[in-house]
């Protein structure tokens, strides 16, 4: 409520918490072993961002849902409760083709026709198989997304969170400001891009001091 009110008429604010209190008995919304929203998180995230933007989210039931069990976080890593049971992660795929690229100093290092990357499935670290982890700068590309291109300033929260988002934009530019330190500004004129979101977990944004890079 802090954030909203200093922020409030330079930047809208979207509160998914009044939504995830109403379905917490709906489905699990965080995982029991990893600080992140499930994919069901995610989701009912989009929607509600959905009703900000004047979106009308694809449903769920349009969406191909893939489950794999055995699904143990960095929450479980770091704690030493080694008897806890591990979560399923899911992985919802959406209507249509999307294209990912992933980009290293200026250049296209991979590109795929998916949203996921099963092979770190079988890591020790599976939260990769969404978008292929963190990288500096990654591309999502929707040929029937429409025009319009989104810059999206983020951390791993907006990985599983994003597939959903590219259903409304012919591209989302995905920049993680731990590892992308060029011009903001030039990216946003460079690529004509037409509408911003930042997307955070809660820790990172009061933590994070890469923020500066903003300047």
């Known amino acids: 409520a802090k954030t909203a009110a200093a922020l409030q008429g330079s930047i809208d604010v979207i509160d998914p918490t009044p939504l995830f209190q109403s379905k917490k008995d709906s489905g699990q919304l965080y995982y029991k072993t990893d600080h992140h929203w499930t994919t069901y998180g995610a989701y009912l995230a989009y929607t509600r961002l959905c009703e900000t ?3 009308s989210p694809t449903p769920e039931a349009a ?9 143990y976080g960095t929450t479980y890593s770091r704690s030493g409760l080694w008897l806890e049971q ?4 899911g992985l919802w795929h959406s209507p249509g083709v ?5 980009e290293e100093n200026n250049a296209v290092a991979r590109e795929q026709d998916s949203l996921f990357f099963p092979e770190h499935l079988s890591e020790s670290d599976q939260y990769p198989v969404f978008l292929d982890g ?30 959903f988002l590219s259903a409304h934009y012919g591209e989302i530019v995905m920049v993680d400001l731990r590892y992308y330190h060029n011009s ?21 944004l009061v933590n994070d001091t890469n923020s500066v ?3």
């Open 134 to 163: 963190n990288h500096s700068l990654v591309r999502i590309k929707n040929p029937e997304g429409g025009d319009k291109k989104l810059l999206l300033i983020k951390d791993s929260f907006a990985h599983c969170f994003a597939p």
């Open 98 to 102: 999307r294209t990912v690229q992933i």
């Open 213 to 215: 890079w903003l300047k």
């Open 53 to 55: 933007f004047g979106f």
């Open 86 to 89: 591990p979560d399923d992660i």
């Open 184 to 204: 903001l500004s030039s990216l946003i004129a460079d690529e004509g891009i037409d509408e911003t979101l930042f997307l955070y977990g809660i820790d990172n």
């Open 63 to 71: 969406f191909q849902k893939e489950v794999h069990s055995g699904f």
